[in-house]
């Protein structure tokens, strides 16, 4: 069955910490992997992406996520957490539309990340 | 670039009453859309992918005449929640991929319908 597990619903870190959230996958092709962020009321804004090559991506804000097929993991880090970053936080997994000619995301089920001083 | 609006944020309506929600493409020509609805506190469920010019595809469980799609043209798809009730309340948020290829989604900013 194909689905994204977060282990950790909700992280409180403190202001210049640093970061990990994260994300297992069980999916049955080559996965694309992608992580968003959503703030309160908002829509996802799209953080990170692995297609393939490279298994550690640079995405925005500082953000990094390491993809490790041996682990099916996706974890998402920053070093140094800033309080702007409080908000929830989304992997999700899909295939290449491409090559499967399907677009459909799984998500995970979030993790809500707060800052503290 | 690659910007998705949704209108409108947010609808309050009485219980039996229609709502339409509209997601456009600003800047680049979707032939696919999605439609996700997000419940409080819980992550994205994908309720249907609309493709320009056909029929809309839904998932397992999502009523087909309770939430209508209809994908007029490449930067406009609309969802229509027909007589809603209380528990059709959620966050819906709508995606589209470029007509020109590339592997991403890009995501609307959600409308919060609220039935009373």
């Known amino acids: 069955a194909q689905s994204v597990t977060q282990p950790d619903i909700h992280i409180t870190v403190s202001k210049g910490a640093s970061l990990e959230l994260r994300c297992n996958y069980s999916?049955?092709?080559?996965?694309?992997l992608f992580w968003y962020v959503q703030s309160p009321g908002q829509g996802l804004q799209l953080l990170l992406k692995?297609?393939?090559?490279?298994?550690l991506v640079q995405g925005i804000k500082g953000f990094e996520a390491e993809f490790k097929r041996s682990q099916s993991s996706f974890n998402l880090r920053k070093p140094s957490v800033h309080w702007s970053d409080a908000a929830e936080y989304f992997c999700?997994?899909?295939?290449?539309?491409?090559?499967?000619?399907?677009?459909?995301?799984?998500f995970g089920t979030g993790t809500r990340l707060q800052v503290f001083p | 670039g690659a910007v998705v609006s949704q209108h409108p944020s947010w609808v309050i309506c009485k219980s039996g009453t229609s709502v339409k929600i509209e997601c456009r493409s600003l800047?680049?020509?979707?032939?696919?859309m999605f439609w996700y609805r997000q419940f409080p506190k819980q992550s994205l469920m994908l309720m249907a992918t609309?493709?320009?010019?056909?029929?809309?595809?839904?998932e397992q469980g999502v009523e087909k005449d309770k939430f209508l799609i209809n994908h007029a043209s490449l930067t406009l798809s609309t969802l229509t929640v027909t007589s809603a009730h209380p528990e059709d309340s959620s966050f819906y948020i709508c995606?589209?991929?470029?007509?020109?290829?590339?592997?991403?989604?890009?995501f609307g900013p959600g409308t919060r319908l609220t039935v009373l």
């Open positions: 995606s589209a991929r470029d007509i020109r290829g590339g592997d991403e989604q890009f």
């Open positions: 999916y049955g092709a080559t996965p694309y």
């Open positions: 692995y297609f393939s090559g490279d298994t």
């Open positions: 999700a997994v899909g295939a290449p539309p491409r090559e499967y000619n399907t677009d459909k995301l799984i």
């Open positions: 800047d680049f020509q979707a032939t696919t």
């Open positions: 609309s493709n320009e010019g056909s029929k809309a595809t839904y």
